[in-house]
């Protein structure tokens, strides 16, 4: 039996997996479907390769506070950003170990909370995976530190909150919050790309 055998539930995964394949190659497969078993093969191969050069490993050291006083952390995915409520929320993706291997350029949430509700402490940064970079954060009870990800912004960074609401006007659920900083720097990193 091949690697990659081709059944009708195969055949929706690759599609939708390697929806670009008949765009990237064109005249030479014109139907992913009908195409030989060997053709797909090698196509899915060579999607392997490609997307396996582009990940880069990271690995974060997360120090949200006194675990004992539910102290907590995560680390999301970011892939949109919809502002209702101005805090992580609002910012669309999955949640992610805190090692692993993603493409360069992937952004990452990172947020710490320690305390109680009444005196509770409160860190995020928002990350760029890169390769051979390296980031740390020491916040009074926090303290984040990684390989594999340069830091763009954090929760701690002081921003003119007038400039960005002028700028980005859907922003202004984040004014006098913590998550402005990080708000404001992925959008200028989406208007920048």
Known sequence: ??????????????KWRLRDIP??????????????????????DEEVDRRKANLVFYAFELF???????ARNSIKQVKGLT???????????????EDGALPE????????????????SYLAAL???KRDAAFKIDSDYQ?????????LATSEDEIDTQAMIDAYPSLGVFAGKSLAPIAYCYMQLR???
């Open 1 to 14: 039996m091949s690697k990659h055998s081709i059944t009708p539930n195969i055949r929706i995964t690759i």
């Open 23 to 44: 765009v990237r190659y064109g005249p030479y497969i014109s139907d992913l479907m009908s195409a030989h078993q060997e053709q797909v093969e090698a196509l899915i």
């Open 64 to 70: 949200p506070g006194n675990e004992s006083r539910g």
């Open 83 to 97: 502002p209702r409520q101005g805090n992580g929320y609002d910012f669309a993706g999955s949640f992610v170990n």
């Open 105 to 120: 350029g992937t952004l990452l949430l990172i947020t710490g909370r320690d305390g109680s509700w009444r005196n509770s």
């Open 127 to 129: 990350v760029s995976i």
């Open 143 to 151: 303290a984040f530190s990684g390989t594999g990800a340069q830091l």
């Open 191 to 193: 208007a920048k790309s």
